[in-house]
């Protein structure tokens, strides 16, 4: 298992886009003084880590991704995304628990609003490390000739959340600073698990699959233009 060192970064459209759309300039001054404030805050509050293993692929086949040595992981989008690469990425990135503390105390003060703002800048924080970190094995394949497909999390496409319970199982969990409840929930709950394949040429092959080009599921905000 290999950890990185990865900070987080706050994209003020990114969380106008947790908003609903929009961009952070149309904040009204009221929000953008509390974010500004809650920045911060939330710089205190990250203690993020980031593990990730790379495992030689198996075979890709009904929908599956096989591993060697296991586990299979069933996503037909996934399947189709990673049908080029011998190897994947598994990784789980989090920005630790202190920040779970800090909206519970200002939900019991009933600054609803700041734990809501301070919540969601907690997700952008969390996608901005696994963001960065796919940015930089994409950079350092690129020098190999290789390239990095999307980006995938259990949960979202059509990879179930069960499937977490796999991916965990690729790591050590003694040396993780990530549980996972029965239900699959991460713990702390600003985590992100997810996977990317490496392709054998420089990721601008064309014609490789997006699986967002032709899913219905328009109100997704994970959506790959
Ligand atoms: S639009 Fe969303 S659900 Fe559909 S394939 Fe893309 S990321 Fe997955």
Redesign the pocket.
Known sequence: MNTLEINPSLEEDDLARLFGGGKSSGFSRGVALRIDKLKGILKKLLTPELCYRKVNIDSINNGSVCLQGGPSFKSP?LSRTLKSCETIICFIATIGCQIEKEIRQLTSRNGLAGAYILDSMGSVAVESMAEKFHRRMESQYKAQEKGVTLRFSPG??DWPVTEQKKLFNVFDSSQLGVTLSDSCLMQPRKSISGVFGVTPSNGKTPGQYN??TD?K?YD?I???G
């Open positions: 989008k979202y496409c699986p967002c899913c599921k997704c994970a959506r790959r």
